[in-house]
């Protein structure tokens, strides 16, 4: 009975749906312009590349034509355009959810990897089935819904996103130990990178001692510290802007890396209570 | 069964699904998005092309990363063409070693050393080595840290510049 309790007040407290529907926009748009963006390197990814279906890729009937994956592509954003304003949103969150991830999915089938994008697949998900369009929309939403249903899909999404940096802090330790922070390994790893930032010279260049620090705070405080953001609101507002620098500062040093801002609007999740909803202060 | 407790299905399952994965994470541990990172990654195979330009034993163009990606980029447009003849998909895949034992110097020293020498700045008339080398993974692991499965020096000359 007490581990019921305690698993109720983990995910089923009263929630705020404004502070839902904000979160649902921010996460929802988010993949719109990660999409668009995207869309050249998508089409270019279906012809050039070798395919070598993966996971539940492997029960399609895949690579598909241009012009379904065009369709699926194109039924994706429209959708999560919709959805992020909160139109209809029962039915075109979850459209636009399931079509989103097998699109951001579908490039995994061309032997390369894009993990920037699984973060917000997942969040994609977990707020498509969730009730995020009963609040922040401009439909009237007469909604006898309980108030957990606000609670449980941020709180899986806070717990998800701390997963994701943790479990990227762990691997690290478990494939090279403290050695990863303490050895030429990051000079290295953007020496030997294919690709190129604007500080990436600047980097090369830097003294050891100083690349060790660089290379120990991302994985000690950005990585390995990010349960703290489940301790208390400061602690989640201190971690995002970690995460945010830590991420522009990839981008800047080991170039590419853009498709991983989309994981900020995903741990935008953590700065919800600096919004004051209009129905209920409490979050 | 009530809604609370389908929830609680839907998020025990959710969980379930992300740390079983963990002893097919292998050696790209981290991300689990239904297995598609971990069975692309260990699948990748990686070159990397090096350049060294010393002058006395000395490195004299350590860190040039303008340098390094214009190497690449048309070290893989003069090995593309051998890769495409050989009828092989590729685009960001490895070169393999053969068409790059079978280039042409030629095309190093009148396309690719020019190059070289002018973003290291080498002042005219001095003597410096170039050194270009190429290693290959047959399966890079995540952290890039094991040893290449081969390397060869594909080009080492003294060149001055005119």
């Known amino acids: 009975m007490k581990i019921i309790k305690l698993w109720n007040r983990l995910w089923f407290q009263d929630g705020d749906p404004y502070a839902l529907g904000v979160y649902r926009s921010i996460v929802f748009l988010s993949y719109v312009v990660l999409a668009i963006s995207q869309q050249s390197l998508m089409a270019s990814e279906v012809i050039c590349r070798k395919f070598s279906p993966i996971s539940f890729y492997d029960l399609l009937s895949i690579p598909c034509s241009q012009s379904l994956f065009h369709m699926v592509f194109g039924c994706s954003v429209i959708a999560s355009v919709l959805a992020a304003v909160g139109v209809a949103y029962r039915f075109t969150g979850k459209i636009a959810a399931f079509s989103a991830v097998f699109v951001l999915g579908y490039q995994y089938n061309f032997s390369e990897v894009y993990h920037g994008t699984h973060m917000i697949a997942m969040i994609l998900l977990i707020l498509g089935i969730s009730k995020a ?12 819904t309980e108030l957990w249903h606000y609670y449980w899909p941020l709180q899986l999404s806070k717990y998800y996103v701390v997963y994701v940096y943790l479990i990227v802090g762990l691997e690290k330790l478990y494939q090279s130990g403290w050695e990863w922070a303490f050895s030429e390994n990051l000079w290295l790893i953007v020496f030997t990178s294919p690709f190129h930032g604007a500080w990436s ?11 060790y620090f660089i290379a120990f705070y991302s994985l000690f405080v950005c990585e390995l510290m990010a349960p ?27 170039g590419g890396h853009w498709t991983f801002y989309s994981q900020m609007a995903c741990a935008a999740v953590f700065l919800l209570p600096l919004i004051q ?5 409490q979050f | 069964m009530t809604s609370k407790a389908f929830y609680s299905w839907g998020i025990a399952l959710f969980w379930a699904v992300c740390f079983v994965q963990v002893p097919t994470w292998g050696e790209s541990f981290p991300f689990s998005f239904f297995g598609m990172y971990s069975r692309s990654m260990t699948n990748k195979e990686y070159n990397s092309f090096s350049i060294e330009v010393t002058k006395d034993n000395n490195d004299i163009c350590l860190g040039k990363n303008e340098l390094k990606m214009t190497l690449r980029n ?5 090995f593309l063409s051998e890769v495409k003849n050989k009828n092989r998909t590729f685009k960001r895949q490895a070169i393999p ?26 002042p005219s008339g001095q003597p410096v080595r170039v050194q270009l080398i190429y290693s290959y993974w ?5 952290e890039r840290r094991n040893t290449p499965s081969q390397t060869k020096v594909i080009f080492d000359e003294e060149v001055v510049v005119p």
């Open chain 1, 201 to 211: 010279g600047w980097f090369l260049g830097l003294s050891m001692p100083v690349i």
């Open chain 2, 97 to 122: 070693i053969e068409a790059v034992e079978s280039s042409e110097k030629k095309e190093f020293r009148e396309i690719l050393v020019p190059r070289i020498l002018k973003f290291c700045q080498v």
């Open chain 1, 133 to 144: 369009g009963d609040a922040f929309t401009p439909n009237k939403v007469h909604s006898e």
């Open chain 2, 74 to 78: 048309r070290l893989r447009k003069i």
């Open chain 1, 228 to 254: 703290l953001a489940l301790l208390k609101n400061g602690f989640g507002y201190f971690m995002f802007f970690n995460w945010l620098g830590f991420h522009i500062g990839v981008s800047l040093i080991l």
């Open chain 2, 138 to 142: 047959e399966q890079l692991n995540y």
């Open chain 1, 277 to 281: 909803s209009p129905r209920n202060r």
